[in-house]
């Protein structure tokens, strides 16, 4: 595993990819070798190859936060509704899994708003800023999305939370 890192950072592209297609070879019912595989190959633009590799590893880890955030960002890759849909269902299920993630809050946020969910986008977007420490923006955010959420629904409470608990 080590390898195949060392090769993805050093800009061995092939290499890497090659190696951890081996070690998923040797161990297909691992979800971390597969979820490495899914980084790498999304992190080299192979968008459709990291959703495979992604997929794969939420099939033997389903409630893992990380691979399901991985995911999740690969689907958001294609600027296709039908995976913009998908990456909205696992994001919410990684988001449950780690609320402290500020990594799934961005996807989910984008995922959000590629879905015509503003308001939402907007309080995943504040969680993310809260999280963060950036207040300010944090604020701003939630302002945005208590005005558009239905009031008194549990989204728009957790706007209330942002807006008056700092």
Do not use: C
């Not at 893992?64 to 299920?93: M, S």
């Amino acid at each position: 595993m080590q390898k195949a890192i060392s090769n993805h950072r050093l800009g061995q592209v092939q290499e890497a990819i090659n190696f951890i297609g081996n070690l998923v070879t040797l161990k297909p019912k691992d979800p971390y070798y597969r979820e490495l595989q899914g980084q790498i190959l999304l992190e080299n633009r192979k968008y459709s190859e990291a959703i495979n590799a992604y997929r794969s590893a939420t099939k033997l880890a389903p409630n893992d936060p990380l691979i399901l955030g991985g995911y999740g960002k690969a689907l958001l890759t294609q600027n296709k509704q039908i995976n913009d849909i998908e990456a909205l269902k696992v994001l919410k299920i990684a988001q449950n899994l780690d609320s402290k993630d500020a990594n799934i809050l961005y996807h989910l946020g984008r995922a959000f708003s590629r879905s015509g969910k503003i308001g939402e986008a907007s309080l995943a977007t504040a969680q993310r800023y809260a999280l963060q420490g950036d207040i300010k923006n944090a604020i701003l955010q939630a302002k945005r999305a208590e005005a558009i959420l239905p009031r008194g629904s549990v989204a728009w409470q957790n706007t209330q939370d942002i807006i008056y608990g700092f």
